[in-house]
């Protein structure tokens, strides 16, 4: 089964992430040619690395990987659009309509030339993997052709991501594309539903969780670096691979069997069931022992669920009902 983009060996990630920290903060790239004087502009991020300041809203923009296409779609952002590319499964039911309303350059990720030949002038990445400098894709190969980027922060963060993490993603693109009023309406109306499912689940006891995305030799787990782990936190759950200094990376079964997990969270995409993971799972004698194998305590997450988007907020909720389905003891 083919992995999802975050599968990348160390030394891949490090060889896109080069090209990231080369134009370094001190490069500012102003396009003089996007009009001048709209509402909220000048705007400057620096986003990974990459330091740009903004006159006006990009106008021709394709996205790469699913959950900053939501982010776009979420904040309304759609007839900014040009094209999208690579999704994980389905987008979120109050999307469709935008979406379908979006050209798809690719099932995964587009060609440099047929990127440029849908001539945008910014192209917004979920994963390091969607600038891939091997494939002429790098952020300074696109600043080269005159095309403004952003990679999604979890990607780059060099610390734990977490819900904040998630509000930053939302008011910094709300503030590139001049719609910083609806990104902190989202965050406040976010923030609101985090809250809530912490007060259902005070004075609950964390379960530990295990995450099996993939894997049949080892398991492709979630680390700590990640918002998944954020997310089994604030979900009631306590990650038995939080101590993997990743957001995602392998550990071996003999791991698993020693840490115990109660619950196994499943994520779901690919052409892989969860059926099918989960009978791996349950005919693998060496895991029989395992307290969430022995009492088949399933969860199951989308993988976009899992990742720094919108959906993270309500996935904390879907999450933590699955955890706790009694909800709170004592």
């Known amino acids: 089964m083919p992995r999802h983009p975050y599968a990348l060996t160390a030394a891949a990630v490090t060889a896109l992430l080069v090209p990231l920290t080369g134009c370094g903060a001190g490069t500012t790239e102003t396009k003089p040619d996007r009009k001048a004087a709209a509402p909220g502009f000048p705007y400057t991020v620096s986003n990974c ?35 999208t590319a690579y999704l994980d499964d389905a987008v979120l039911p109050a999307y469709k309509k935008a979406y379908d309303s979006v050209p798809v350059l690719a099932k995964e990720y587009p060609s440099k030339e047929k990127l440029l030949a849908a001539n945008p002038d910014f192209v ?20 080269k052709s005159g095309v403004d980027s ?20 939302i008011d910094e693109v709300g503030r590139t594309f001049g719609v910083a009023d609806r990104a902190k309406t989202w965050n406040e109306e976010a923030r609101k539903r985090v809250a809530a499912t912490a007060g259902k ?20 787990t979630a ?3 990640g918002i998944g782990n954020e997310m089994i936190t604030r979900a009631g759950g306590r990650n038995v691979f939080a101590d993997l200094d990743k957001a995602f990376g392998d550990a071996s079964w003999e ?14 995409y690919g052409s ?31 993988l976009s669920d899992a990742v720094l988007g919108v959906r993270a907020p ?10 706790h389905p009694s909800g709170p003891k004592g």
């Open 223 to 225: 680390g700590g670096k």
């Open 201 to 220: 689940l005070k004075g609950t006891e964390p379960v530990s969780v295990f995450v099996y995305d993939s894997g049949d030799k080892t398991a492709f």
């Open 272 to 302: 892989t069931t969860v059926e099918q993971k989960k009978k791996r799972l349950l005919e693998d004698p060496a895991l029989a022992d395992v307290p969430a194998i022995r009492n088949k305590r399933f969860a199951v997450l989308p």
């Open 255 to 268: 791991q698993v069997v020693a840490r115990k997990p109660e619950v196994v969270v499943i994520y779901d």
């Open 49 to 83: 690395g990459t330091k740009t300041t903004f006159d006006a809203p990009p106008e021709r923009v394709v996205t790469m990987n699913q959950h900053v296409t939501e982010v776009m779609l979420a904040l309304g952002l759609e007839k900014s659009l040009i094209g």
């Open 150 to 169: 952003r990679l999604n922060i979890e990607s780059c963060t060099d610390r734990p991501a977490t819900m904040d993490d998630v509000y930053r993603e």
């Open 314 to 323: 309500d996935a904390v909720a879907r999450l933590a009902d699955q955890l």
């Open 124 to 143: 917004y990445g979920g994963y390091a993997s969607a600038f891939d400098a091997k494939d002429g894709l790098s952020r300074d190969d696109l600043a």
